[in-house]
């Protein structure tokens, strides 16, 4: 294996350079690593963004961050989607809602640090199908942006 698609262990799972064998036999080769060892136990996909193995063990810390304290990233997560898509403060019921039905699917960790968390409309009440939120996470951990993906 080259030097760019070497693996990271982690405690959350072997990271490896992240690719896609398109039908013509070409392997892309993307530019961060992934972790998807929990996914049958309901984890989260681990992305993280570096091109090297050293870079993406650099940013284990910033993994480690989020996992100490997820359920509290998940919760703001989902409370920063409700204020951004509300006329009006939601009220408590609301934010325990969206905190229910947006499941968490990845965890992102961006090269500067920055965490992106994806969530999934587990009812399909909130989004259109095939639309997600994502909420971004900067340095002090405060979210920033909420965007929907598709």
Not at 1 to 12: G, K, Y
Not at 51 to 69: E, H, K, M, Y
Not at 130 to 139: E, K, N, T
């Amino acid at each position: 294996m080259p030097d760019d698609a070497a693996t990271v262990p982690s405690p959350w799972g072997e990271l490896a350079r992240a690719t896609t064998t398109l039908t013509s036999g070409e392997t892309l080769v993307h530019d961060w690593y992934s972790a998807d060892a929990g996914a049958a136990d309901g984890e989260p996909e681990l992305m993280v963004r570096a091109t090297d193995a050293a870079a993406a063990s650099a940013l284990l810390p910033r993994v480690a961050a989020f996992f100490a304290d997820r359920a509290g990233w998940q919760r703001r997560a989902t409370d920063a989607v409700v204020k951004e898509f509300s006329a009006e403060e939601p009220t408590p019921d609301e934010l325990a809602e969206a905190a229910h039905d947006l499941v968490l699917q990845t965890v992102e960790v961006l090269a500067d640090g920055d965490v992106v968390l994806h969530l999934d409309d587990s009812c399909g009440a909130h989004f259109l199908d095939g639309y997600w939120p994502a909420v971004r996470f900067d340095a002090d951990d405060v979210a920033v942006e909420v965007t929907v993906e598709a």
